[in-house]
């Protein structure tokens, strides 16, 4: 910049010089007198102001992050750790690296880790009050939100309860966005509370969800029966895993399901039968597209329940983390979702059968939670006595519910110390509104699809409406009640406010349905007997006939 500027004096006094310094040997005499003029002499001092200015901002910005940590050892009886030096953290699996810990758009850097212990009941200080920065009266029960259609369920809901709209972001105590917006991570004052936490794809994203839940599983000693089998193709690991289950273990004589784990609506579902070709080369596909395409395949879940005249369906239902610091999770309550295809096991030529949305086809029908309870009630007496057996007494409905509630904390124990927290965002707590997608078999047995970090809020029928009412109207109540008692420092232990919502997780304690067992002899899909057979027949006949294993597609 110096040089810049005394070439253009050079050139302004007469300078005949090229390089604009008086002579090619240095600066002569007169460019030496009129270097300093009255014009650089004022852009040196906005450029020293400019430093100041920039080096005194960054310096606060460091304050504050060092006065929030110091305000947590204050207020905890914990110790702070980021989860990327959390000693929970400190031994990879599947070929890992570290979990990112930056307030990003929600990305990974690597998905595996796995943890030395995780805890399953409360923590030794469970209840103890943590005192935060209380919210100016003025901004109390204000709220500022996008605006676009999609919200209007959320702000008509939080009206409901007396809570008003404030134009600006900065003098509102809650701020909501559909889609997660980066920088307000960083930009809330201590006392805002923003609807979503940093790092969600953690568990949002197929792959990365299933990886996670399964190395909880190997920690906690935990079986996950809720989780279908699955195996991730990417991974040398699991992949010798799944060639050893399908050729070894029986995998070529049950239905899978081949998924593409980062896309929605049933796109990148590939159905993959018994005995199938399809099946039988899956490790040529997962190879051609390795350098383009992550893989997953879960084995298919078999004697599903269906829906009015034999509709596959799903039930979602709704979760929220009402508070970040302590975690703390509830359940809710959803509505059905019903397909458009009649359901056929025997038929694995399409996936239109065995999705519930599907790009290629009207958009799914939906039904009430009551709808649901009455054909769980309906299955419990076609169950008989086996399953009465099994239910121990416990309402059918309450059955489906509690293993909901289990698999819900557990997720919560699981995604704890990788998003579930509040080391990455500027505000003294947070909250999340989320769902999750669950399939049921005729044995009243849930198996948990995937959660869903952003859920469609159409209220294409009034039963949507009052459940939009209900959920959001409860879910201000129940965080509103967190953070009041956090502003006066009292525990989260027995919460009064949760309307329809329930606690499965609080601070390290966790909801477990107690003597709850699964049908150890669960019935197969109905398969054609003559047609497996050939199928069976022909795979053989292929084997005898070839030199190679048929490992042999798969590069080691």
């Given at each position: 910049?110096m040089?810049?500027?005394?070439?253009?004096?050079?050139?302004?006094?007469?300078?005949?010089?090229?390089?604009?310094?008086?002579?090619?040997?240095?600066?002569?005499?007169?460019?030496?007198?009129?270097?300093i003029?009255?014009r650089?002499?004022?852009?040196?001092?906005?450029?020293?102001?400019?430093?100041?200015l920039?080096?005194?901002?960054?310096?606060?910005?460091?304050?504050?992050?060092?006065?929030?940590?110091?305000?947590?050892?204050?207020?905890?009886?914990?110790?702070?750790?980021?989860?990327?030096?959390?000693?929970?953290?400190?031994?990879?699996?599947?070929?890992?690296?570290?979990?990112?810990?930056?307030?990003?758009?929600?990305?990974?850097?690597?998905?595996?880790?796995?943890?030395?212990?995780?805890?399953?009941?409360?923590?030794?200080?469970y209840?103890?009050?943590?005192?935060?920065?209380?919210?100016?009266?003025?901004?109390?029960?204000?709220?500022?939100?996008?605006?676009?259609?999609?919200?209007?369920a959320?702000?008509?809901?939080?009206?409901m309860?007396?809570?008003?709209?404030?134009?600006?972001?900065?003098?509102?105590?809650?701020?909501?966005?559909?889609?997660?917006?980066?920088?307000?991570?960083?930009?809330?004052?201590?006392?805002?509370?923003?609807?979503?936490?940093?790092?969600?794809?953690?568990?949002?994203?197929?792959?990365?969800?299933?990886?996670?839940?399964l190395?909880?599983?190997?920690?906690?000693?935990?079986?996950?029966?809720?989780?279908?089998?699955?195996?991730?193709?990417?991974?040398?690991?699991?992949?010798?895993?799944?060639?050893?289950?399908?050729?070894?273990?029986?995998?070529?004589?049950?239905?899978?399901?081949?998924k593409?784990?980062?896309?929605?609506?049933?796109?990148?579902?590939?159905?993959?039968?018994?005995?199938?070709?399809?099946?039988?080369?899956?490790?040529?596909?997962?190879?051609?597209?390795?350098?383009?395409?992550n893989?997953i395949?879960?084995?298919?879940?078999?004697?599903?329940?269906?829906?009015g005249?034999?509709?596959?369906?799903?039930?979602?239902?709704?979760?929220?983390?009402?508070?970040?610091?302590?975690?703390?999770?509830?359940?809710?309550?959803g509505?059905v979702?019903?397909?458009?295809?009649?359901?056929?096991?025997t038929?694995?030529?399409s996936t239109?059968?065995?999705?519930?949305?599907?790009?290629?086809?009207?958009?799914?029908?939906?039904?009430?939670w009551?709808?649901?309870?009455?054909?769980?009630?309906?299955?419990?007496?076609?169950?008989?006595?086996?399953?009465?057996?099994?239910?121990?007494?416990?309402?059918?409905?309450?059955h489906?519910?509690?293993?909901?509630?289990?698999?819900?904390?557990?997720?919560?124990?699981?995604?704890?110390?990788?998003?579930?927290?509040?080391?990455?965002?500027?505000?003294?707590?947070?909250?999340?509104?989320?769902?999750?997608?669950?399939?049921?078999?005729?044995?009243?047995?849930?198996?948990?699809?995937?959660?869903?970090?952003?859920?469609?809020?159409?209220?294409?029928?009034?039963?949507?409406?009052?459940?939009?009412?209900?959920?959001?109207?409860?879910?201000?109540?129940?965080?509103?009640?967190?953070?009041?008692?956090?502003?006066?420092?009292?525990?989260?232990?027995?919460?009064?406010?949760?309307?329809?919502?329930e606690?499965?997780?609080?601070?390290?304690?966790?909801?477990?349905?107690?003597?709850?067992?699964?049908?150890?002899?669960?019935k197969?899909?109905?398969?054609?007997?003559?047609?497996?057979?050939?199928?069976?027949?022909?795979?053989?006949?292929?084997?005898?006939?070839?030199?190679?294993?048929?490992?042999?597609?798969?590069?080691?």
């Open positions: 910049m040089r810049n500027r005394s070439k253009q004096g050079g050139a302004t006094n007469g300078s005949s010089s090229s390089n604009g310094y008086g002579d090619h040997d240095g600066y002569n005499n007169k460019a030496r007198k009129n270097f003029t009255p650089f002499m004022l852009g040196f001092v906005i450029s020293i102001i400019v430093l100041i920039f080096f005194s901002a960054l310096h606060n910005d460091n304050d504050r992050r060092t006065l929030k940590k110091k305000r947590y050892h204050v207020n905890r009886h914990d110790p702070v750790v980021s989860s990327k030096n959390n000693k929970h953290h400190d031994k990879k699996k599947f070929g890992g690296g570290s979990s990112s810990s930056a307030a990003d758009d929600g990305s990974h850097n690597s998905y595996l880790q796995t943890y030395e212990h995780v805890p399953v009941t409360a923590r030794a200080d209840g103890v009050g943590r005192k935060v920065a209380k919210c100016p009266e003025e901004y109390k029960k204000t709220f500022w939100i996008e605006g676009k259609k999609i919200n209007q959320v702000a008509r809901a939080i009206r309860k007396g809570w008003r709209k404030s134009d600006k972001p900065e003098e509102a105590q809650v701020i909501w966005t559909y889609v997660s917006t980066t920088h307000w991570y960083k930009e809330l004052q201590p006392w805002q509370r923003y609807n979503h936490i940093p790092n969600y794809k953690s568990w949002n994203q197929k792959d990365s969800f299933v990886t996670y839940m190395n909880y599983q190997i920690a906690s000693g935990k079986p996950l029966p809720a989780v279908p089998e699955t195996y991730r193709l990417d991974e040398d690991v699991e992949l010798k895993k799944f060639q050893k289950r399908l050729f070894k273990e029986g995998g070529m004589d049950i239905p899978w399901v081949l593409k784990p980062n896309v929605n609506q049933g796109k990148g579902i590939t159905m993959l039968g018994p005995q199938s070709q399809e099946l039988k080369h899956v490790f040529d596909t997962v190879e051609e597209e390795k350098e383009e395409q893989y395949i879960q084995r298919y879940v078999c004697n599903e329940m269906t829906f005249d034999n509709r596959k369906f799903d039930f979602r239902i709704f979760w929220i983390v009402a508070s970040l610091d302590p975690l703390v999770l509830m359940y809710h309550d509505y979702r019903v397909g458009n295809a009649a359901y056929d096991e038929d694995w030529s239109k059968a065995h999705l519930t949305t599907h790009t290629g086809m009207a958009a799914e029908g939906k039904g009430t009551d709808d649901f309870s009455d054909l769980v009630h309906e299955a419990a007496e076609r169950g008989g006595p086996a399953l009465k057996k099994r239910l121990k007494g416990v309402d059918p409905m309450d489906v519910r509690n293993q909901v509630k289990q698999v819900l904390g557990e997720m919560a124990a699981a995604f704890k110390e990788i998003t579930f927290n509040a080391n990455n965002i500027s505000s003294e707590n947070g909250f999340g509104f989320y769902g999750g997608d669950f399939i049921i078999d005729w044995d009243l047995d849930v198996f948990f699809i995937e959660p869903q970090h952003g859920c469609g809020l159409d209220e294409d029928h009034q039963f949507r409406v009052d459940m939009h009412n209900a959920l959001f109207s409860q879910m201000i109540e129940a965080t509103d009640e967190i953070w009041e008692r956090q502003e006066q420092g009292i525990g989260l232990q027995n919460l009064q406010n949760t309307g329809g919502y606690v499965v997780y609080n601070d390290g304690w966790m909801y477990e349905y107690e003597g709850y067992e699964r049908n150890a002899n669960k197969g899909c109905q398969i054609k007997t003559g047609e497996l057979k050939k199928q069976k027949k022909q795979h053989h006949d292929e084997q005898d006939n070839s030199d190679s294993e048929p490992s042999k597609k798969i590069k080691k």
